[in-house]
């Protein structure tokens, strides 16, 4: 499988007052073999990318209602991978399902369109 971009629409964390880094990182509903795939994680707020970050850890949701939800800690990704998807911003939202939160797509998925 090739190095995967997590896409998260993270309105609703902001609007609870969260910082980018927090709205973005956790709790998701993921499948749990992909996180190992997973080269960067993106915010998007209102149909912009505001956040990348690099995942360096996995953890996973032991109890309450978010049980087994994905969260992650990781540092802020260059400034040149947030252009570059920032760039890519009409392409990166059609990844999403109809009220999905979540999508995923690959460098040369955003590349190829």
């Not at 964390?13 to 993921?30: P, Q, S, V």
């Not at 956040?51 to 049980?67: D, L, Y």
Request: proline share 4%.
């Amino acid at each position: 499988m090739t190095h995967e971009i997590l896409l998260l629409k993270i309105h609703n964390g902001l609007k609870d007052g969260k910082d980018y880094y927090e709205a973005t990182r956790g709790n998701w509903k993921l499948d749990k073999r992909r996180p190992q795939y997973i080269q960067y994680v993106v915010g998007i707020n209102r149909g912009k990318v505001v956040c990348a970050f690099q995942p360096t850890k996995w953890g996973i949701v032991e109890e309450g209602t978010e049980k087994n939800r994905k969260f992650f800690d990781g540092i802020e990704a260059p400034a040149e991978v947030l252009l570059r998807f920032q760039s890519s911003t009409e392409q990166i939202i059609k990844k999403f399902g109809t009220g999905s939160p979540v999508a995923y797509t690959s460098f040369e998925e955003i590349n190829n369109t």
